[in-house]
């Protein structure tokens, strides 16, 4: 196997000793798999892509947030005008006395959730805090430092006050339109979903709904829907012992043929093909989980 990619502190910190900054990607181009020296908060602000995150791919669009360790390898690949900014942060600079632990996820190395999301309201929110801190983390005065720190602090307990799971629902009741569609999208992979329905629930034009949706995602509501379950079909597969036939019915595809013509035509592989390909890279290195 080829060398691992690793981003280097030294080139992406401006100042030395500093522990955070903020890496705009405007947009984010397809980038290849790598780990850092840093950890990094992901807030994606529109368009798609798909984030591969170790070897779980997530197809992303706007509202989504991860948070990545060091030594967790990711990639973006398929993107369409996507958006989004990195924060960046060194562990062992932060100097605050608090329970950073306590508030993102996976940093002391314990079983973590590196997929959120967020709604309208906290990504208005994000958005100022990130602002002030993208203008602090570039000064070179004494304060400019702990004024960075400072304003991550914020930015956390900003993202744990308002960041849900992806597919809780009640946790948009009062959260915009799209940000419901979109979480009712991801928690109906192994279901039907009728938009009508759901227009029909929130008294909402069909119409403007597609239009909007389109407007933020770069795509259509049924390829969203569709790329989503390709995502959990591919997990599947290379983590579980399911028959082809069980992870379509899992995905949501009441007819597995036609699961397999979908999954082949988004992939360039069936679905065993895929599962030998991606068993067969498994066993020439470790995998991370």
Known sequence: MGSQLILRKADFFPRVGQAVAVADRYPQNVFAEHTHEFCELVLVWRGNGLHILNDRPYR?????????????????????????????YCPDRLTLNLDWAGHIPGLSGEE?????????????????????????????????????EVLFAQLVMTLTRHRFAADNLAATSSEALLDKLITALTGSLNRTFMLERFCDQEQCSERALRQQFRAQTGMTINNYLRQLRICHAQYLLQHTEL???????????????????????????????????????????????
């Open 60 to 88: 992303i669009t706007r509202g989504d947030l991860f948070y990545i360790r060091a030594q967790d390898k990711h990639s973006y690949a398929s993107v369409n005008d996507l958006v989004l900014q990195n924060i960046i």
């Open 112 to 148: 973590w959730t590196p997929h959120w999301r967020l709604g309208s309201t906290g990504m208005t929110q994000a958005r100022q805090v990130i602002t002030q801190l993208e203008q602090e983390s570039i000064k070179t005065d004494a304060l400019a430092n702990n004024m960075a």
């Open 243 to 289: 028959l082809v036939g069980e992870v379509s019915t899992r995905c949501g595809f009441e007819d597995s043929n036609y699961f397999s013509v979908v999954f082949t035509r988004e992939t360039g592989m069936t679905p065993s093909q895929w599962r030998q390909r991606r068993n067969e890279a498994a066993q020439e290195g470790p995998v991370l989980r």
